[in-house]
């Protein structure tokens, strides 16, 4: 992760986060404990909790634990998920980074914002939670919204959210997708990118969408577009990433092919119905593989992986860290941005600076060895005289 190990080096020289605490309520994976470090070097007293109980890497947290406060074990139940949230808030964070907004809500919940400086919110899904509060009047500190930046969308879902979805599913059930049909739920940034990966393995790919435009640039990417009822029973493969509940549902599973495989690359497992699935089935599942589950439903068997949890996380390891490097990179300047700025943000939802994205990307670039073009003065002026 070279961006963020040269972020870590002038946050050693620098150390923009002196003595802040900063809690972190990540997936906690190795890449997540290079950007506790680099946090760490930049003079913050850390800590950290999972975002998910099913993507804790044990030995990551282990390792973790000798140097800085951590909260997290692989399989944990849900009270004891809650209990490591409850940890982090009463150490009274002054920045928050949160991926799902679990750590921040519970902070407002519990009135325990009194100090905060700010926080920085990593996914789509968190950021809905969080602005549904700002327009409840709720908010009560400023939040960097990092899943919005530009070299996260471009980078982190399309690339990251793209092959590790599809990485997770492979190692699950080791199913070819050249020759199958995947039904893809949702075609926003991380649907795209699953898409255009799952085509390039000669898969066949169907797009439900909800969003006219989205539905039409999916038209126009030559995919078949149709209503998920009318796919149910095309797909050998079905991915959920839209963000929403209850995509998949009883009326699908009645009419999927024996054999299909559900998934959902989306934050919260509750994108398969999976009471629907269960009355579907009429009874408890086989644990046919590790991390697959399989329904029987009037005679033809269905696949759920991981318990219908975010599958890159849950069956394979999360996005490569060549990506988590851009996104954490911009984590940890999100982080030195708010702290540069402690009391002078609104308590809003706020788009990460411009500057940071082109720093992250620079770096990026030059980790890369790639150089690139500088408008010349001529066209700078060009473009400066349109105001
Ligand atoms: N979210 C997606 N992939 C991740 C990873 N490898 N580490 C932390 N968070 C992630």
């Given amino acids: 992760m070279p961006v ?85 808030v009463r150490g009274r964070p002054q920045v928050t980074i949160d991926d799902g907004a679990d750590l921040l809500t519970v902070m407002h919940a519990a009135e325990a914002t009194e100090g905060a400086i700010g926080g920085t919110e990593e996914t789509t899904t968190g950021l809905l939670r969080l602005r549904k509060l700002e327009s409840e009047g709720g908010l009560r500190c400023p939040v960097l919204a990092v899943n919005e930046s530009r070299t996260e969308r471009t980078f982190n879902d399309r690339y990251g959210t793209g092959q590790s979805a599809l990485d997770g599913i492979v190692r699950a ?16 940034y991380a649907g795209k990118g699953i898409a255009q990966r799952a085509r390039g393995a000669g898969a066949a790919v169907i797009v439900c969408e909800v969003d006219p435009t989205r539905a039409l640039e999916a038209r126009m990417e030559g995919y078949e577009v149709m209503p998920s009822l009318d796919a149910a029973d095309r797909g050998d493969l079905f991915v959920t990433v ?96 708010l702290v540069r700025h402690a009391g002078e943000l609104a308590a809003r939802v706020l788009d990460v600076p411009h500057g940071i994205d082109d720093e992250v990307a620079r770096l990026k670039l030059a980790a890369l060895g790639v150089e690139i073009d500088a408008l010349t003065s001529e066209q700078q002026e060009y473009l400066d005289s349109w105001g």
């Fill in 242 to 337: 839209t963000g929403s509940q209850s995509v998949l549902r009883r009326e699908h599973f009645e009419r999927m092919k024996d054999g299909a495989v559900l998934a959902n690359a989306g934050h919260f497992d509750v994108e398969i119905d999976l009471e629907g699935l269960r009355a579907a089935a009429g009874g408890a599942p086989r644990e046919v593989l590790p991390l697959v589950e399989q329904y029987e439903v009037d005679g033809r068997h269905l696949n759920l992986l991981a318990g219908g949890r975010v599958v890159n996380l849950a069956a394979g390891e999360g996005h490569p860290a060549a990506v988590m490097d851009m996104s954490f990179a911009t984590q940890a300047l999100a982080t030195e941005h």
């Fill in 173 to 188: 059930t080791n199913l070819l997708l050249a020759g199958h049909t995947l039904v893809l739920l949702g075609y926003g």
């Fill in 4 to 88: 963020l190990g040269r972020i870590a080096q002038r946050f050693a020289e620098e150390r923009p986060l002196d003595g802040v605490r900063v809690a972190v309520c990540l997936h906690v994976t190795a890449e997540t404990a290079n950007l506790m470090h680099c946090l760490a070097a930049g003079g913050a007293q850390v800590a950290l909790c999972a975002a998910n109980p099913l993507s804790t890497q044990d030995d990551v947290a282990a390792a973790l634990a000798q140097e800085l406060e951590v909260h997290a074990r692989f399989g944990e139940d849900l009270d004891t998920y809650a209990r490591h949230v409850g940890a982090l």
